[in-house]
């Protein structure tokens, strides 16, 4: 067998060459890899190239496309070539045995709101007896800046929030641990090339600026969310905890799984009409203490990345490495393809019945919620992201 062997079913084929930051033990210095079937590469010393020995991905990510591309075309040859397996065996370490870092520096976090469905669930289950899409969704997509700092690797356990929450039926807020712990399953995109303050980055200059993509869940305290968010948007609900997956798939990889967006109307004004389309064909999969719950479909999703870049910047607001914006919740038009409890449980009303025997409407302290993705990969068979998962802490004082 060789040194290389891709088990069938893979997420990590060689079509593929997502980017993650790893130690080959505990307490070992962090260093930039490649996944390889069930095998890391390490690329500084592989490589031998500075970039690589450093914690983070963004030194090479703010390299740019060019160089991008060259270091894949170098890997995949090497990945490819049976003669080259030798030289590889001395750079590769098992998946199993590392100890993975956040990949990303993340700079400025932003999150949208892109699905269709899942902002018309909202509007129901948030603000009952009014129109469900606010009068400008169709317009821009909606978004708003979040907390970079707590953006975490997956793996990291999320302590369950306190804050103020109010039921409908009760006066006043009390204060206490979120009754309404929620997930959101997300795509999320890196940026790697920074751009100028005062200057808008044109919708087909996206691949030019976006490194690649990871999974994102977006945990949010719905009792707290939905008391604070009228009129300035999602606060304390959200900026505890997101989770992102330890592998970036770089967007070169994702080739494949591009796709035409649906069809918008009314039809957006022009920066946000590109020539390029930037749909993806990404299965999502979100998974409760070991039942598959949902299978969010990405390429359902109204705004694409591209028209996320170009609103983001579209004022003047300029990029730097290590940006990462968020797609929203994904959630597609059948309810089995809902990305967060709140719609899968219809805000509570309809609990999950799990294969362990157990219901759920919200999270419970010790839940371990698992989300998965796949896509087309180029020259056939499919690609994976690895996996983003997350264990719910008790409350603070509360274990
Ligand atoms: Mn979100």
């Keep these: 067998m060789s040194a290389l062997f891709v088990p069938p079913g893979s997420d990590f084929p060689a079509a593929n060459l997502p980017y993650g930051v790893f130690s080959p033990g505990p307490g070992e210095r962090p260093r930039v890899g490649v996944a390889i079937g069930e095998q890391v590469l390490d690329l500084s010393s592989f490589l031998g190239d500075e970039v690589f020995s450093s914690p983070s991905l963004n030194a090479f990510m703010a390299e740019g496309p060019s160089r991008w591309t060259e270091v894949r075309r170098q890997l995949t040859a090497a990945v490819t070539d049976d003669r080259a397996t030798e030289e590889l065996a001395a750079h590769l370490h098992p998946l199993g045995s590392v100890v993975m870092h956040l990949p990303v520096e993340v700079a400025d976090y932003v999150d949208f709101y892109a699905s269709e469905q899942h902002a018309t669930n909202m509007g129901h289950l948030f603000r009952p007896g009014s129109e469900p899409l606010t009068p400008n969704w169709k317009h821009l997509p909606i978004g708003y800046h979040g907390r970079a700092g707590t953006v975490v690797v997956s793996g990291t356990p999320v302590r369950r929030p306190c804050g103020q929450r109010k039921g409908p039926a009760e006066p006043a807020p009390s204060f206490g641990p979120s009754a309404k712990l929620d997930i959101e399953a997300e795509v999320g995109f890196v940026v790697g090339v920074a751009s ?93 203490n070991g039942t598959v719950v949902a299978r969010p479909p990405f390429s359902e999703m109204y705004w694409t990345a591209a028209q996320q870049l170009a609103h983001m910047t579209v004022n003047g607001a300029s990029l730097r490495t290590g940006d990462l914006f968020a797609s929203g919740t994904v959630s597609g038009a059948e309810a089995e393809g809902w990305g967060s409890f709140l719609e899968l449980s219809w805000n509570g009303s309809r609990p999950l019945h799990l294969d362990d025997g157990s219901e759920r409407t919200f999270l419970e302290d010790g839940d371990t919620v698992v989300l998965r993705a796949s896509a087309p990969a180029v020259g056939g068979g499919r690609l994976g992201f690895g996996e983003l998962s997350g264990t719910v802490l008790p409350a603070a004082g509360r274990s």
């Design 196 to 288: 100028t303050q005062g200057e808008a980055v044109p919708i087909d200059s996206f691949a030019e600026h976006v490194f690649g993509v990871v999974l994102v869940n977006d945990w949010s305290a719905r009792d707290i969310h939905s008391f604070e968010y009228v009129p300035l948007g999602p606060f304390l609900g959200k900026s505890f905890a997101t989770s992102i997956s330890p592998w970036v798939v770089p967007l070169q990889a994702l080739e494949a799984a591009r796709r035409t967006p649906p069809a918008q109307d009314p039809r957006p004004l022009s920066y946000l009409r590109g020539r390029e389309e930037w749909a993806l064909e990404l299965t999502l999969e979100v998974e409760l």
